[in-house]
């Protein structure tokens, strides 16, 4: 089943699966509403698939404007009653049990994200859940401390906050949102993406056994409309949203008037620069690490190589040459670097825009590669002969697809770096410090990399500006989108 990129060497990997056994999976779920597990209002339902193989994993319940209400109501008597009195001591010994839950529990965890979501393993076990679990343990440390992080001598929390989160890191974006929320003493109403419900679900399972009182998290499943009732409830005091810019929009519109507070961490279309003096083996483990890890369905992801002219041959060549060695398939092989794309939806999306890169004039190439017969795959693809106006240098792909251009001064390599409605990440190569600060300076993006890519820590903040959004989520920065200061 493991299709291999490489042209056929002497020598093969043998399948190395993770064991599926790890974890059951219920025939059905229901919603998570005041710590109980329970059908929605209407009785409706949804299939989650496996995007590896277009198998159904389960049914999950589709919550409806009743079952939004209904969990509302519950995150706002938690949240008067229970939540909100509680010291912030006692708040953080319920953050650091779930945290220690999700490390005893992350296999199973990391197996179910791979399922659900079509990610490498070796990605959800290594990045996806020991970052959701340090997000825990670095938020309980503050729950106690808050009067002592500079929002004043008395920050209170704002209230029920509703998250909206996205498919493309299903536990750590929930962890992400509901770590400092509750640590701040928000109770919450967590909404999934509708193709990857399921670890959204185990977590709020890992919630009841760490004996998190009713109430406090309820987890909405169900398609987009669940999350535009979330966002049009009014007993909702805050929202925070990760997805697509499109969505973001219109929730910023519904949300406008209200007097809710709103996170927006929408889409990027971010830089990666590679000067000429740049250790070129380096680079171009940080190129494949910026646009192929989760398949490219990241945010902040590499999306446009900046290559300066005088190397471009030399980096392009290392670039395929290590392409070349990239395994796709399986995503419950420990050996597999690109999984599955997590829906059909999304496939089109990547190849429409892949198709429109080749009809605007651009290069495509992608290693030999045999595809999987069943499921949602695409190729790792490189486009060049890429120029600034074609919308695969514009426009998020969210896929693995890299679009590549050159510049031979740092002057134009900013001006490029710019010239995209978004802002969200960047990242630069060059062996010169003060080069790295220069152009930190100029990059209108939240987070620059610097010699790396793709580099998450809890304690630091993330987010962008323009049609990126706006908020920061991770660190002191962060807790303050949750606090009355
Ligand atoms: P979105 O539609 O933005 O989905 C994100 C979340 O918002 C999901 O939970 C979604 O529910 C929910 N949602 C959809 N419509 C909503 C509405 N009107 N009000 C409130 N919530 C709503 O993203 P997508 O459709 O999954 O992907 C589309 C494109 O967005 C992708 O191709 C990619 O370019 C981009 N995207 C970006 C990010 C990040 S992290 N920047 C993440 C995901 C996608 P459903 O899952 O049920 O639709």
Partial sequence: MQGELAAQTEWDYAPAPESREIVSI??????????????????????????ATE??????ADAGEADVDRAVAAARTAYERVWGPMPGAERAKYLYRIARLLQERSREFAVLESLDNGKPIKESRDVDIPLAAAHFFYHAGWADKLEHAGFGPSPRPLGVAGQVIPWNFPLLMAAWKLAPALAAGNTCVLKPAETTPLTALLLAEVCQQAGLPPGVLNVTT??????AALVSHPGVDKIAFTGSTEVGKEIQ????????????????????????????????????????????HVCCAGSRLLVQESVADAVLGRLRDRLG?????DPLDKNTDIGAINSRQQLDKIRALSDAGEAEGAERWSPPCQLPDRGYWFPPTLFTGVSQSHRIAQEEIFGPVLSVLTFRTPDEAVAKANNTPYGLSAGVWTEKGSRILWMAQRLRAGVVWANTYNRFDPTSPFGGYRESGFGREGGRHGLAAYLNA
Avoid: H, M, W
Avoid at 55 to 60: G, K, M, N, R, T
Avoid at 222 to 227: I, P, V
Avoid at 277 to 286: H, K, L, N, S
Avoid at 325 to 329: A, D, E, K, Q, V
């Fill in 222 to 227: 169900g398609a987009g409309s669940a999350g």
């Fill in 325 to 329: 060695t990239l395994r796709l398939g």
């Fill in 55 to 60: 198998e159904p994993l389960a049914q999950v």
């Fill in 253 to 296: 519109r519904a949300v406008a008037g209200t007097g809710k507070r709103l996170t927006l961490e929408l889409g990027g279309k971010a830089a990666n620069i590679v000067f000429d003096d740049a250790p070129v083996e380096g680079a171009v483990e940080g190129i494949v690490n910026g646009i192929f890890f989760n398949q490219g």
């Fill in 26 to 51: 219920a025939p059905e779920y229901g919603l998570f509403i005041d710590g109980e597990f329970v059908p929605a209002a209407d009785g409706r339902q949804f299939a989650t698939l496996n995007p």
